[in-house]
Each structure stands twice: as structure tokens, then as C-alpha cells.
């Protein structure tokens, strides 16, 4: 017997800044005698927020009508609610548009700036920003990138279609190249396919390679060198472990610059420091259009700045003219200093060393 899957209503409530209200479904079993009591245990805000919400009649029904605090728990009731957002500094870096039709739309996005609302980061991302200005309140990722990477995003316009386009990314059906910044090792034969099995921890900053069967794979190629021992180069994942091609460098004994995870776990930047990006960029993605069948090549726009003035990205503060590390004039002006150690490209090395 086939279990039909139970159809999601609407939301009654609109977005708000580009983010959608939370919705909550009640569990089928449970021992609560009220939405109220169930609400007060689940979420982490606390009772006493939980109560003033339903005071205020900011949890809602699927009609859209307040549900008082008294209303009875019934298993697989939906209710909505906006969570209270606490204020974000602005990422003042733009993000670019590089490809857009009715079905897709290719952004361009800098470091520090969160693909997808999560954790302290929610209004200030990549995906509730595209809403906006856009003006597509339906949009969705079909991927993610870290924060901390700059370059290629692809969103979905419509709901209906996005599984076909996550799929190309399941079946790695997409072509993805990503370009770093890193230290040159002359020793290191280049290039070579890197396999390993990586783990992350819930909870666990850094990712970490383990003994077992690989469950990653990362292609790297050394695209050009420079006498103050940086080097550049091109990274073509094969899988999509979450920090995996930062994890391989660092095992190829070439940590990506500006890395604050690998090869060691360095302390919190504060909120509004923009300095001193991961010099890690998704440069390309190229794929067959699932829906439409467009063959499409889109490239970042965007620099490493540690390579094209390294000076620039290592400096302590921002440039007199006001630029940030990525050379665009900010919004919004840099936070104190870091407390992660900044080391300074390594000297280079001599044959076999």
C-alpha cells in the first residue's frame, strides 16, 4: 500500500524581507493539550515569547486568523508565525546578476554573504536579497555555496521546477570549476585527482578526512605561480562534501588563503570585518537546462584579491579610498580588528624542499 503524502497549504502570511514566515506542522503523536504547550517546548525562544506572540496574534491558522493560546493540539495542524530578526550588518558587497530568464537566475556572489537564510544570517543572504530585488518572492536555491566563497549561484523561479535542477547537481550533471589562492609547493606534482572520505560533525567546525571508502573527489591544477610563493589554482569537484575542496587543499599541504577553518580552527571575526576574504571562487558552471534544453557556460566576473594585490587583502585596514578588499566601495565601514592570526604568504620553496 502506497502512503500518500499529506499536501502542504499555502502560507496565509507574506514574506517578510525576503524571507518566509516559519511554518510548523503539530507531530502525529505527542502529549501536549494545546498548540500553546506544544509551541512553548519546541521552540527555543521560551515560553514567555511564545506567549506574548499569541497575545499579539502573531501565530496564525491556515486561514490566516490568530490561534489562541487555548486552542486544543490537533496532530498534523499547520500554524505560521514571522520569527523576530535581530539586526544584521549589511555584506556590502553587491551581488551580480550574471544569467536570468523565466525559469533560472545565475547570481554572482561576494564573500560573506550566506546563500540561504540559516543560523544568525537571514535577511543578509544571497537568496532573501534576490527576492527583493528581483522581485520574485518564489525563488529558491538549487544549490548552495558557503559564505565565505565568492562566485556562481543558481536559483529557481518556480517551485515546480526546482527538483529538476537540484537534480543536476545529485546526479552531477553540472560542470563546476572553482579557482583558489594558495601557497606554491614546487614539490607537489600537479596536476592529480584527490580521493578521501570526509566527515562532518554536527556542531563541528571543520570537516575532517577519515579512514574508509572515499566519498570525495577533487581534481587540482596548478594555473600559474609567482616568486612570493603564491600560486593559483584550478579546482574541479567531482562530489559535494561540504568543505571539501577546502579540505583537500589543506591535505595537498597548500591551505587556501585566508582559510579560518583549515589547517587550524582560528578565532571569531566580528561582525562588519569584510577583510581578508577566502581566496576561494566558483568561478564556472556549465550544464544542459533541464527544462529547457539550453546548453549554458556562465563565468564569475569576480577576482581573488591576493593574488591580483596581495597587499590589499593582507592590510589591516581598508584602503584610504574607502575600498574594500574586493575593490568595490562598501556600505557599510569595517568592523574592529580579527581576532584570527594573519600569516604572510611562505617564502618559496627550492626544488625537493
Given amino acids: 500500500m502506497t502512503r500518500r503524502r499529506r499536501t502542504v497549504p499555502p502560507s496565509p502570511l507574506p514574506q517578510r524581507d525576503g524571507v518566509d514566515p516559519v511554518r510548523v506542522r503539530l507531530p502525529g503523536a505527542g502529549s501536549w493539550a494545546t498548540v500553546r504547550d506544544h509551541l512553548a517546548a519546541r521552540l527555543p525562544a521560551g515560553s514567555d515569547v511564545v506567549d506574548g ?14 490561534v489562541p493560546a487555548d486552542a486544543p493540539y490537533v496532530p498534523g495542524l499547520f500554524v505560521w508565525f514571522h520569527r523576530e530578526l535581530p539586526a544584521e550588518v549589511p555584506v556590502p558587497f553587491p551581488l551580480e546578476i550574471v544569467y536570468r530568464d523565466e525559469h533560472i537566475v545565475v547570481a554572482d556572489k561576494p564573500h560573506f554573504l ?31 555555496l558557503d559564505r565565505l566563497t565568492a562566485g556562481l549561484v543558481l536559483f529557481t523561479v518556480r517551485p515546480e521546477e526546482r527538483g529538476a535542477y537540484q537534480t543536476l547537481f545529485r546526479d552531477r550533471l553540472i560542470h563546476k570549476e572553482y579557482e583558489a589562492v594558495a601557497p606554491h609547493d614546487p614539490a607537489l606534482v600537479l596536476p592529480r585527482t584527490v580521493h578521501s572520505r ?16 572515499p566519498n570525495a573527489l577533487s581534481r587540482v591544477e596548478l594555473l600559474d605561480h609567482r616568486a612570493d610563493g603564491l600560486a593559483r589554482y584550478r579546482l574541479v569537484p567531482g562530489t559535494g562534501q561540504t568543505h571539501q575542496l577546502r579540505v583537500h587543499m589543506n591535505a595537498l599541504g597548500v591551505p587556501v588563503v585566508g582559510d579560518p577553518l583549515y589547517p587550524e580552527v582560528t578565532g571569531p571575526v566580528p561582525a562588519g570585518d569584510f577583510r581578508r576574504p577566502l581566496q576561494l571562487l566558483a568561478r564556472a558552471l556549465e550544464f544542459t537546462d533541464p527544462v529547457t534544453g539550453a546548453r549554458h557556460r556562465l563565468h564569475s566576473g569576480r577576482t581573488l584579491t591576493a593574488w591580483t594585490s596581495y597587499e590589499d587583502w593582507a592590510a589591516d585596514d581598508r584602503a584610504d579610498d ?13 568592523g574592529p580588528a580579527r581576532t584570527a592570526v594573519h600569516r604572510p604568504p611562505p617564502a618559496p620553496l627550492a626544488p625537493g624542499q
Avoid: C
Fill in 114 to 144: 550566506a546563500t540561504t537564510p540559516r543560523g544568525s544570517h537571514v535577511t543578509e543572504t544571497a537568496l532573501a536579497r534576490l527576492r527583493r530585488e528581483l522581485g520574485i518572492p518564489l525563488l529558491g536555491a538549487a544549490h548552495r
Fill in 198 to 213: 570526509i566527515v562532518k560533525e554536527r556542531g563541528v567546525l571543520a570537516a575532517r578526512e577519515v579512514e574508509g571508502e
Fill in 322 to 334: 574607502g575600498r574594500a578588499p574586493d575593490g568595490r566601495t562598501p556600505e557599510a565601514p569595517a
Fill in 53 to 66: 506572540m499569541f497575545d499579539a496574534g502573531l501565530i496564525v491558522g491556515v486561514d490566516g486568523r490568530p
